[in-house]
């Protein structure tokens, strides 16, 4: 691939034309991509709650009203009667609006000399304007509309709007809130127009996504465009990088539209998370492609770009994609989105960044950028700072270890949920209008409870009736409960007015039969709203005046559990778009600790894989943990809730975190094989990684502080929350990795299959005898593998060391000066031993010297003694067949004694 940067791009081009004809519609260049702001849709399809919510709407119509309220001087006045009539009419005949209730025509039931007057209130105004003066009082001894059709104050009257086939994304793109407030201010003239309903916050939360894309995304490439100026300050290198993130990001969201996964509230994250990462990536790439010390060809550029970064890239994105299907496993549609779009994202970015970036920067001649900005800068602070982590490295370790603990603690003090209307900002029109509702109504949140009996005319039964009737008066005690509305209200009603509206009456009938027939002639429109027509269901409507997910959280637990003390046939549950909100809040971030413990795990084995141990592998895993555990206990402590975005956040930040961990740990121990040395090695490592991690951590919190021009607050904690976290993970990784790296001798899948020991090393090389090709391979690299040229001088005799040299290739000779005189003791080939002595404590008996271009293994007692902390077995072998060479070494010198 390396050898063919023209195909490639061509490649990458004809794929993304593909990506642009997916995702816009060429005819008329609209997007294709949908956004669904509806909880309901985030539970799975077959969900219980959802099956609830539906036999709802079949049994009852639709439960999701548009509430309209108007403020009036005075509501009980014969000119704003015919004001709330006229809106009424015009209301019903607003296309796709089922049916308007309002005081105009609701009825007022009157008992007159005919019987009962069930005509409306507009009616009754128009056919005596007197009567006018004594609604107030008969809405006031109306417990169905009290507080309901018009505030306790009588200045705002309530308009309450069924729909009927008008989706959300219909209702949002023919503007009805706009309509229904727009022809309220006509006919009424009134400047306190308010409009709320889950309708109205859908479409709201659809806008504040679509303009947080249209600001979060630019936003995001101008600082990509600034950090990469900064960074290699070469325009050209600046516009292709920024190009291979724009066609990662077409790509990605070609892949939704392909897919059919819209943008809802969690993968509305996607665009502006898959746009940083690349940028990371990014930057990683280049700097190594601009790190050539001399003049190359473009083909040797790309091959060590590949050589160099190719296993760190592709590790960590593996990583980061390992941490987002994390959450797959028994989560709800969106969370599974997210992670699908994301892992697609990622990949995107992972394979555009190693393939197609190096092919064009190759073809169009970017060779070359001026000296990167504070390069000295940050090789001086590397330095010092890898100074304090050796140091220090025992106290930052332990210091470590002991927050982990500490923060546990005040995790588990985190609480679900998430705020719904208040996510928006104070002065936002949907937000007024809602708190104003709520405010005038004593509530304006709906929720419903269906009551099933499965069985034909169970609810005529007045036993079963009063069980009900008790079960409203519980409901009216709760704090959350601003009003309660069932049948029973309706048919106690009916029976006082039935009876000259003696309040006595205002009770249960004593038969089923006085109840159906109450019923079915004394009731109408609202009796259907409530009462099925078998009388086997029923329908209470709860209006909250709460709008927090975990205040309704703990009204429907108890709710629930009062109902389950119902006497059979009643069987009772709780739904409404607020519960069903609700229940998915609870299940995405309920899932959270399990999605995390495979994060944690599949990221281990992967490091695992790369380091060849599983000790190294979970030692790497701490400073990729500290910042998770920091993260919850900053939730448990400040008392953040734990919902819908913020649960996305430490699986997002562990995929993330751990690519510089990986950046860092390879190239520590390439420069600890190449220096013999860990303590250098950890400044050297330091010294190249600081400043393109600093780079891509700055990168990361900028694109995720973005999210503060969010409309939504849940959106504007998830950045904060985000780019804290990420702050964090930078700390460990440039103290706690280094701290613990010093403390390792790593090896890398990557080393052991490129390390070049000859034909069969462990056959051939009696030093390696008994071993594997594979263990052969991981005791030389915990050893130092040295290139001598011709005519070095490997040893000095009368020097000290305590090193034992194994010959790979290449011949040596040992040899020693008598009075002047070059005296030959031996010429050594491939696995010869040279210099045991000296690892026995004793002086260089003679000098050795290459006769030709040698390769070395160098040991000595400290890389043995690791060795068999971490490979026990290999260290035993490597032991014995040390003693049999010395031991044959000393047999043959008493036979020349003797």
């Not at 950028?369 to 940050?378: D, H, I, N, V």
């Not at 009996?453 to 005690?477: C, G, H, K, M």
């Amino acid at each position: 691939m390396a050898a063919r940067p023209f195909s490639i791009v061509l490649v990458v081009l004809t794929l993304t034309a593909l990506a642009v004809a997916t995702l816009v519609d060429l005819r008329t260049l609209q997007l294709r991509l949908h956004i669904d702001p509806s909880f309901e849709r985030l539970l799975p399809a077959h969900s219980d709650d959802l099956a609830v919510a539906e036999r709802v709407r079949q049994q009852f119509g639709e439960t999701n009203p548009v509430l309209l309220a108007v403020g009036f001087e005075n509501v009980y006045t014969a000119p704003v009667l015919a004001q709330i009539e006229e809106l009424t009419q015009k209301l019903a005949r607003i296309g796709g609006v089922r049916q308007v209730l309002s005081l105009a025509n609701a009825q007022n039931p009157v008992t007159d000399e005919f019987g009962i007057n069930l005509s409306s209130f507009a009616q009754q105004a128009r056919d005596d304007p007197a009567a006018v003066q004594t609604f107030a009082q008969a809405i006031a001894d109306n417990p169905i509309y009290r507080g309901t059709l018009v505030s306790d104050d009588g200045r705002v009257a309530i308009f309450v709007l069924t729909l009927e086939g008008i989706d959300e994304v219909a209702f949002r793109q023919q503007h009805y809130t706009e309509k229904i407030r727009s022809l309220a201010q006509q006919v009424t003239g009134s400047d306190q127009v308010w409009v709320t309903g889950s309708p109205v916050v859908s479409a709201a939360t659809t806008d504040a996504i679509f303009h947080m894309l249209q600001f979060t995304i630019p936003a995001i490439f101008v600082l990509v465009v600034l950090v990469l100026v900064v960074a290699f300050r070469n325009l050209l290198t600046v516009l292709l990088a920024g190009v291979n993130i724009a066609i990662a990001l077409l790509w990605t969201l070609a892949s939704a539209v392909a897919l059919d996964l819209p943008l809802n509230m969690v993968t509305t994250l996607v665009p502006p998370l898959v746009t940083t990462l690349c940028l990371s990536y990014v930057v990683h790439l280049l700097a190594e492609y601009f790190h050539a010390r001399r003049p190359e060809q473009n083909l040797a550029r790309r091959a060590r770009v590949y050589q160099r970064m190719g296993l760190s890239l592709l590790l960590s994105g593996a990583t980061t994609v390992a941490g987002f299907l994390a959450m797959v496993p028994g989560s709800l549609p969106a969370i599974v989105q997210f992670a699908v779009l994301s892992s697609l994202g990622v990949g995107y970015s992972v394979l555009l960044t190693l393939l197609f970036l190096p092919a064009v920067l190759s073809l169009l001649g970017a060779h070359k950028s001026q000296r990167p900005l504070g390069e000295a800068f940050f090789i001086r602070k590397a330095r010092k700072l890898a100074l304090f982590d050796l140091k220090w490295r025992d106290w930052i370790i332990g210091i470590s270890v002991l927050l982990i603990p500490i923060n546990l603690y005040f995790a588990s003090k985190i609480e679900v949920g998430t705020e719904y209307i208040k996510s928006f900002d104070p002065d936002t029109r949907v937000r007024h209008d809602y708190e104003a509702i709520n405010t005038a109504f004593n509530g304006a949140n709906l929720v419903s409870i269906l009551i099933e009996t499965y069985v034909n005319d169970a609810l005529n039964n007045p036993a079963l009736i009063a069980e009900l009737d008790t079960l409203e008066d519980w409901l009216r005690e709760q704090p959350e409960v601003g009003a309660v509305v069932s049948y029973v209200d309706h048919l106690k009603l009916i029976n006082r007015n039935m009876n000259d509206g003696d309040p006595a009456f205002y009770r249960i009938p004593e038969t089923a039969t006085a109840v159906k027939q109450l019923l079915v002639f004394g009731g109408g429109d609202a009796i259907r709203r409530t009462l099925d027509a078998r009388f086997a269901s029923a329908l209470i409507t709860v209006r909250l005046k709460v709008d927090s997910s975990t205040i309704i959280t703990d009204f429907v637990a108890r709710t629930e559990a009062r109902l389950q003390q119902m006497p059979p046939p009643l069987n009772g549950r709780v739904t409404g778009t607020p519960v069903l909100a609700t229940r998915t809040v609870n299940e995405i971030a309920s899932g959270q600790f399990t999605s995390l413990a495979i994060a944690f795990t599949v990221i281990w084995a992967l490091l695992a894989l790369l380091f060849t141990s599983a000790r190294a592998a979970a030692i790497a895993m701490l400073p990729n943990m500290l910042p998770v555990v920091l993260y919850f206990g900053t939730l448990g402590l400040l008392g953040i809730l734990l919902g819908p975005t913020t649960s996305l956040i430490a699986c997002l930040v562990l995929g993330i975190a751990v690519d510089d961990t990986i950046h860092f740990l390879t190239r520590f121990t390439t420069e600890a094989r190449a220096r013999g040395n860990e303590r250098l090695a950890i400044k050297r490592a330091l010294s190249t990684v600081m400043r393109p991690v600093t780079f891509t951590t700055v990168a990361l919190v900028l694109g995720f502080m973005v999210f503060l021009g969010s409309e939504l607050d849940n959106q504007v904690e998830f950045g904060i929350l985000a780019a804290f976290t990420l702050f964090l993970a930078w700390i460990a990784d440039m103290t706690l990795t280094p701290a613990l790296g010093s403390k390792m001798r790593l090896l890398t899948v990557w080393d052991l299959l490129r390390l070049d020991l000859g034909r069969a090393p462990q056959r051939t090389i009696p030093m390696l005898d008994g071993l594997t090709w594979w263990q052969a391979r991981v005791f030389a690299l915990m050893s130092n593998v040295e290139d001598y040229p011709k005519g070095t001088r490997v040893i000095v005799q009368g020097s000290s060391a305590r090193d034992i040299y194994v010959l790979v290739d290449g011949l040596l000779q040992a040899w020693v000066d008598r009075e002047g005189e070059h005296k030959v003791l031996s010429l050594m080939s491939r696995g010869a031993t040279v210099g045991e002595a000296g690892y026995f404590g004793q002086k260089r008996t003679a000098h050795v010297d290459a006769l030709t271009d040698v390769r070395l293994l160098r040991f000595d007692s400290h890389d043995l003694e690791t060795l068999r902390r971490r490979f026990p077995w290999i260290a035993a072998v490597i032991y014995r067949n040390l003693n049999q060479i010395q031991a044959e070494r000393m047999a043959r010198m008493t036979r020349m004694v003797q």
